[in-house]
């Protein structure tokens, strides 16, 4: 009897660890479905971003979709930084030396017009390689406009 009612918390764990997992497999499968629609595309348990053409669309992920969707032009940017931990961080940092792993990442965007949005990521290497994929794409959408 003893013995049972030590196995219970662990019990109460794995049912505890296998609800948390369908959890977010249901997250998966809801932004592989809205994914489709986008020429590049990531995951990752802070956010849900796609890119199609000049487009980018990002939101919160849910198990039923993303929520709080923003879509923006990429016509409308002005700057686009990489911060880790409010701390700009430029392309030859990271030649240099390795990405902190820790922190608060996030890719911010800055318009014309003056408004900054904040794409959360949780792997920076991922969000390093956003930011120069999107300023290749800003690079080929300003030399097409000129």
Not at 12 to 26: M, N, P, R, S, T
């Amino acid at each position: 009897m003893e013995r049972g009612l030590l196995w219970l918390p662990l019990l109460a764990v794995f049912i505890g660890l296998a609800w948390a997992g369908w959890h977010e497999f249901q997250k998966v499968q809801a932004y592989e479905a809205w994914a489709t629609g986008f020429d590049r595309s990531k995951y990752d348990i802070k956010s849900m971003l796609g890119q199609r053409g000049d487009r980018l669309t990002w939101g919160r992920p849910t198990r039923q979709g993303p929520i709080d969707l923003t879509t923006l032009s990429l016509a409308q940017v002005g700057t686009l930084q990489l911060q880790i931990n409010g701390q700009k961080i430029n392309s030859q940092t990271v030649a240099d030396e390795p990405l902190p792993t820790k922190g608060k990442i996030e890719l911010v965007l800055a318009t014309n017009s003056g408004e900054t949005y904040c794409i959360p990521f949780t792997d920076a290497d991922l969000a390093h390689r956003w930011e120069k994929a999107l300023h290749q794409s800003l690079q080929a959408l300003k030399s097409a406009s000129a």
